[in-house]
């Protein structure tokens, strides 16, 4: 008797996938939209950007660059590093999914914290690994958790530094703490996609850390502080040898010429960056000191979002705060799906979008 199936069948993990649940972006008609679910900077791309751009619409027929040169030596030149090291993908997430799909197998294990980034997850399911979840600390990264976690089956360790969606960030040197304690066979990924907002002296975004050793690859992005979400822009900076397992894996042309464009046009814009730094260090301390004095729980935040919590003792919740806003053109981001059911991210936003927030957060403290 045959044992085929009747249908195709997907390979091992992927039936236990949760799908990635995107932030609202929908207001009632004739309210105007203010957008701070996906922590997208107010201040949009550098002008540099859009000078870019416009250069390219005679040559829309040829094929972008496949090594992404332009883009790649625009990166190597802000941070001063090789270029040999660096890899550009369609957003971190590409990179993050490339680095699954090479390092993960069948009964592997992969560790992140319990209210990390949810596309760990999801990739380590969809390679046929397990992922392995570390309760946190006060919603931060708990080290000895961690390497109390790790298994002869553990092959990589997320840490998104600092932390989406609680805002929270590991001192550097728990960072090389947790590095010094996994085995040298363990990929450690550092997920630093909102590094340019962070204004800490103990915090480093990895590239040291990458440069002196074997097993650790950094992440970063140009969606967030460069203002090019729309575009679909990430970079990983990582020892040689794994830029060769990557660069045999990825598609020839996965980032477009547009994208490449804009991108050195964006990093080399530091002028830009430094204004939307400005920006957010302003409007960041302004926000949670106004949302506190509200008797909301802010968890503090190095990002450019912070992350709102209702206590129950008050008598509202979470989700009935969500639509209250929504209602008022307030797009905030329930993070239930992040085990986080009655708190709500907040991106920092334009000036008026934050003044409107505190306000009707006021309004709806005081029903």
């Not at 502080?225 to 679909?232: D, K, T, V």
């Not at 990430?234 to 020892?239: D, E, S």
Request: charged content about 20%; overall charge negative; hydrophobic content about 45%.
């Amino acid at each position: 008797m045959s044992t085929a199936a009747s249908r195709p069948v997907p390979k091992n993990g992927v039936l236990g996938i949760v799908a990635y649940e995107p932030g609202k972006s929908k207001v009632p008609a004739g309210v105007k939209l203010h957008k701070l679910s996906s922590n997208e900077t107010p201040l949009g791309p550098s002008p540099l950007v859009h000078e870019a751009l416009a250069r390219l619409g005679e040559k829309l027929e040829l094929y972008p660059d496949p090594q992404s040169t332009a883009l790649r030596e625009a990166i190597a030149e802000t941070h001063g590093l090789n270029m040999r090291n660096i890899v550009c993908g369609n957003g971190s997430d590409e990179l993050l999914q490339l680095l699954c799909a090479a390092y993960l197998s069948d009964g592997d294990e992969a560790i992140h914290t319990a209210h990390a980034f949810a596309i760990y997850d999801i990739y380590t399911r969809a390679n046929g690994a397990v992922p392995v979840v570390v309760p946190e600390m006060n919603l931060n990264a708990d080290v000895d958790a961690l390497l109390a976690a790790v298994t002869p089956r553990t092959r990589i360790v997320f840490l998104a530094n600092p932390n989406n969606p609680t805002g929270s960030y590991l001192p550097f040197h728990e960072v090389r703490r947790l590095h010094a304690g996994l085995p040298s066979n363990v990929l450690f990924v550092l997920d630093a996609a909102y590094a340019e907002y962070v204004r800490r002296n103990d915090y480093e975004a990895g590239l040291e850390l990458v440069s002196a050793n074997a097993n650790v690859v950094m992440t970063r992005t140009f969606s967030k502080i460069h203002g090019l979400a729309a575009l679909r822009i990430g970079w990983m900076y990582a020892p040689e040898e794994i830029v060769d397992v990557i660069n045999r894996i990825r598609g020839p042309f996965n980032l477009n010429a547009a994208a490449i464009a804009a991108g050195a046009a964006a990093i080399r814009d530091r002028a830009h960056v430094a204004r939307s730094v400005e920006h957010n260090d302003r409007w960041l301390e302004w926000v949670t000191a106004e949302l506190r004095a509200l008797g909301l729980e802010v968890t503090p935040s190095v990002a450019n979002f912070v992350l709102v919590h209702f206590p129950a003792d008050k008598g509202r919740t979470a989700a009935e705060a969500e639509a209250f806003l929504t209602e008022r053109g307030f797009i905030l981001r329930g993070v239930s799906s992040y085990g986080l059911p009655n708190a709500l991210r907040m991106t920092i936003g334009s000036e008026e979008a934050n003044r409107g927030t505190v306000a009707a957060l006021a309004e709806f403290l005081k029903r």
